[in-house]
């Protein structure tokens, strides 16, 4: 890769100008003299930036020199740190195979190029700061060290909500707060922002689901990546709407202190932003147009939310602006149903070698966060964009790699980015540094995720709802610039059953069990009602199995889903349930059903409100010329 260069010449005069007289005086006929050749080295890059690493974590980095002449350069190096009043300590080293040599002059024959290798390892939280100096035939050049700062830094959901929970009922829902931060969190002190007799919060002890500890308010240190749990738990008294803010004091510089807002039997419309804290572009290249998705969420259980407008903020760099906006934007709002997403792109386009900072202002009917404003950043660099390329196949389908996928529920995707290449550096198998795989479209209520991580190369993703997957591959250079436009791979799940039923729900280690029966069965009992008891059980032609239905997952612990698939129905109404198995001392939790016939989503019903042991008669399938859905919509305290 190549940035902007140092560059300084010498240039040496073999007779000082009192000697030129003796090299044109009479005695010389040909009037000759020795000029030496100018010395011209060049260092790439011009300031050596170290990302932030953990303290006492190591960073190494390369300059590369040139002697750009062909004559001879004789060279002593210097590594230099600007200590200050706090930090006395030496953190910037020459790599331990270079000490040796670096202490010696060093010849550098014309044409020739070599590479320094500095090491960085944080001692301390304190920015540090230095300088490769090289002293060459009376020339001087100087490389900049700079460093990122390590500061501790808090991270958690910005919003809890709980959604519709009768007056008496408890619910309680984890809060995970994480430190992302290089230095260690200091948790000084947890609270509630106010008395609200409804909400009250503890310490999750072990794996018991009932043992949490009163909070003591002893200091807590995290470390890089450390997490730590709270329970906030709601009790209302009625059945009005509640809210309250949960607050953490620590040593995090920017988030004094960090703030949660809690919110129970709201009605009110909710907006979640990926990169709602702040969108860094990093470096980008001079001349082309470097894009991010960003995806916007109704996060209300129970309200739509409208967008009117998604801009560039006054004052915003020009360099900075937003296309591919959703629905009828700008001209019109845009509607985003309960648990649904859409995307917008934010683009930028540097001129220069400068920074450029700009926000994206967000006005929506969610009056708690309207405007919402996203601070963007970025730096031109004539580093050439690294190209993205992502291709994916159903797992052992043996089928090519494909930017479009179609496929059915529960397939695993392979994704592959290993063909992403680096201009700078063509055929290099260490061109790429970095791969950053984000799902920007998913289906609503999905929880899947990568694995084993986002950052891996060739990741998979188990498709666990039926609907459509959008997915971007984003990758970094050597020099962590990343690609101008980012990969794209679109993922249409469909079932391809007669029948497809699918059921989820909201809340984390609760057992919501499905359950289809036959006209001829009575609730859970075999073998007419299919659950989780009787999976595959055997209907209709008992020679057959292709006309049987069958439970594909038993999902104890959380979320779902868990789908019930029928090919070949008899001509009969089929009925459609959900019992509310077990809490696990984790309250109440709003169930979604939905039902595809013939490939085809012909019934929805969105958060069912249940409690522990209750049984929920949701809807008949008639099946025959032309079938049909018809709601049932009863609710029961057990199977009836």
Known sequence: MRTSKNVAALLIVGMALGLLGVGCSDESDDGNFAVVEDVLLITDPETLTFSAVAINEESRKTITVFNQSSATAKINFSLLEQPTPNDTRREFDWDESQRGLLQETVTLQGGDAMTLVVTYTPRDAFRDTGSVVLDYNGGKITVPLETNDISPDIDGPPRLLFGRVPAGGTVSKNLVLQNVGRAPLNLTNLFMGNDSEEFSFCLPVGDEENNCAEYDSAPQTLEYLDTVAVRITYTPIDDGEDSTTFKVESNDPDEQPFIVEVNANGAEPCIL???????????????????????????????????????????????????????????????????????????????????NEGVVEILSSDVAKSPLLIPINGRGSNNACPTAIATARIQGSGGPATTEIESIPLATIQFDGSASTDPDNPGSPNAISRYEWTIVERP????????????????????????????ELRVYDANNTPSCETAEVVILST??????????????????????????????????DCHWLNRTPNWAN????????????????????????????????????????????????????????????????????????????????????????????????GFP
Not at 324 to 344: K, N, Q, V
Not at 444 to 471: H, K, M, Q
Not at 501 to 512: A, S
Not at 544 to 570: C, R, W
Request: include cysteine.
């Open 273 to 355: 932003v990926s990169d709602e804290d702040g969108l860094d572009f990093g470096t980008a290249f001079i001349g082309a147009v470097s894009q991010r998705t960003m995806t916007i969420t109704n996060c209300s259980p129970t309200k739509e939310l409208e967008v009117s407008s998604i801009t560039m903020a006054a004052g915003s760099d020009e360099e900075f602006f937003v296309d591919a906006l959703p629905g009828g934007l700008p001209a019109e709002p845009i509607t985003i149903d309960i648990g649904e997403t859409a995307s917008f792109v934010v683009n930028y386009a540097p001129a220069a070698e400068a920074a």
């Open 444 to 471: 609503a209520d999905s929880t899947t995720r990568f694995v084993p991580n986002d950052r891996s190369p060739n990741p998979t993703l188990f498709i666990d709802l039926a609907g459509r997957y959008r997915i």
């Open 495 to 528: 079932p391809n059953e007669d029948i497809h039923i699918q059921q989820v729900w909201d809340t984390d280690n609760t057992d919501i069990d499905l359950h289809f029966l036959h006209p001829n069965g009575r609730w859970n009992a075999s073998p007419y």
């Open 542 to 637: 008992i020679n057959a199995s292709t006309d049987d239905p069958s439970l594909d997952i038993d999902d104890i612990d959380g979320f779902g889903p868990e789908n019930i698939n029928l090919d070949n129905p008899e001509n009969v109404t089929y009925r459609v349930g959900a019992h509310y198995y077990s809490d696990h001392f984790n309250g109440a939790t709003n169930v979604t059903m939905r039902i595809w016939l013939a490939s085809v989503l012909v019934f929805e019903f969105r958060n069912k409100f249940m409690t522990d042991q209750q049984f929920w008669d949701v809807a008949a399938i008639q099946w025959g010329p032309a079938p049909q859905v018809s709601q049932i919509d009863q609710m029961y305290p």
